[in-house]
């Protein structure tokens, strides 16, 4: 009996890629094990997260970083480190930020659910853009860095940006923007990785604070995220994460490569992260996937799951109707993309994927309107290939 039957939960075949609800990607050997090893000690926090900074630090070419519990972690944090910097009693306030200055500009199109990050740190989202007035109702006209400056008042403590395909206006431009007001910008690039090179791009061409997921496709734990960049916003954020009860603060000696005691006036109590803390293996397994993550392993494992992507291919490329197609987006973990004509196959797409569902196999379900479905390769093996293989036939062919 596996350790999920044990308490009556059954495993599923996640081949939809690294959803949260679905537990996000399956971590590898290397990470498990050092997981492992990490719980059977104990260590100081402080002392691990100034040492994770180092690691992240070279991987991101940020000043710091540190280890958070997810990415929407990371955008509270963040933001939590734009309103306070090292103001110790506004970091004791939060998230009552009333006469604190405490408003994010967000472009009007990249504001979503996500963003209750940013709120649950006291802020106050101002959108910029004019919502169009025809469908699809999430058009907007083109936003300039202008709607951005302009949007720049005494109250502002950070500029947030999602950058994605069709975002608007381009990240250098914002970049500008922020440098000339010196107003902090801070990228939610969690599902952008890959690419490896993401890992620094965003840090390399001046951006403030960037916020990664640990537990897609870097492969750390699905609780674990990064938040990276500058050096005085990222020990901030750290400070208010981190448990400071206990000692004294003339006896506090926390590490000086993370946290400069002598920019404080005193010792927080505990902050808007206390809630989002990071266990030690976390940290770890993190670290470690982290520095897995190479462009050599990363093109050897896509040739791998490849071949696994077109082994499921060869099982249903002779069925009428069906049309494969490999997703070969560069720098991504690839997909199979099925498309069925439900006038031939004699099954629309959703009922394929309610026939997988039923036998405990998750497929990408994004586009089953269009008559697609796409099978990620992100945590694929041979077995799981082959289930997902036969399954799939059964389905195409009921």
């Known amino acids: 009996m596996g350790i999920y039957e044990r308490f009556g ?3 599923i075949v996640n081949v939809a890629g690294t959803m949260t609800r679905y537990g996000g990607a399956l971590m590898e050997k ?31 070419h940020a000043e710091a970083g540190i280890v958070t519990a997810g990415a929407y972690a990371a955008l509270t944090l963040g933001t939590a480190a734009c309103i306070c910097r090292f103001d110790v009693a506004r970091m004791n306030r939060l998230p009552d930020t009333a006469d604190i200055p405490n408003e994010v500009i967000m472009p009007w199109h990249q504001i979503s659910g996500f963003d209750h990050s940013i709120c649950a740190a006291g802020a106050r989202i101002i959108g910029v853009g004019i919502p169009n007035d025809t469908t699809p109702p999430n058009n907007v006209h083109i936003i300039s860095r202008w709607d951005i ?22 990240l250098e431009e914002v970049i500008e923007i922020g440098k000339k007001y010196n107003i902090p910008v801070m990228i939610d690039a969690a599902a952008l990785v890959p690419a490896i090179e993401n890992l620094h791009r965003f840090i390399d061409m001046g951006v403030d604070l960037v916020c990664f997921s640990g537990g897609k496709g870097i492969l750390g734990p699905q609780a674990s995220g990064i938040l990276c960049g500058r050096r005085d916003l990222i020990a901030s954020a750290a400070i208010q994460m981190l448990d400071m009860s206990g000692e004294p603060f003339n006896t506090w000696d926390p590490p000086a490569s993370l946290i400069p005691k002598e920019k404080l006036r005193g010792k927080p109590e505990h902050g808007i992260g206390r809630g989002m803390k990071v266990s030690k293996e976390a940290i770890i397994g993190l670290l470690v996937a982290l520095q897995n993550l190479t462009e ?25 109707g069906v049309e494969l197609r490999m997703t070969d987006d560069k720098g991504a973990y690839p997909m199979l993309e099925v498309k069925i004509d439900e006038n031939i196959v004699g099954e629309s797409a959703t009922e394929v994927y309610q026939r997988l569902k039923e036998k405990g196999i998750y497929v990408r379900d994004m586009q089953l309107n269009k008559g697609l479905i796409h099978i990620h390769s992100i945590s694929m093996d041979e077995e799981v290939a082959r289930i997902v293989g036969e399954h799939l036939y059964s389905a195409l062919t009921p």
């Open 9 to 11: 939960v059954k495993p």
């Open 30 to 60: 290397e990470a498990l094990e050092a997981m492992d090893e990490a719980a059977r000690y104990s260590v100081r926090l402080d002392e691990l997260q100034a040492a994770a900074s180092k690691v992240i630090a070279e991987k991101t």
């Open 149 to 170: 400056a302009s949007a720049i008042t005494e109250k502002t403590v950070a500029i947030a940006y999602a950058p994605r395909l069709g975002s608007h206006p381009p």
């Open 296 to 320: 050599v392993a990363f093109t050897k494992k896509v040739e791998y799951l490849r071949e696994l992507l077109w082994s499921i291919g060869e099982r249903v490329k002779d069925i009428a």
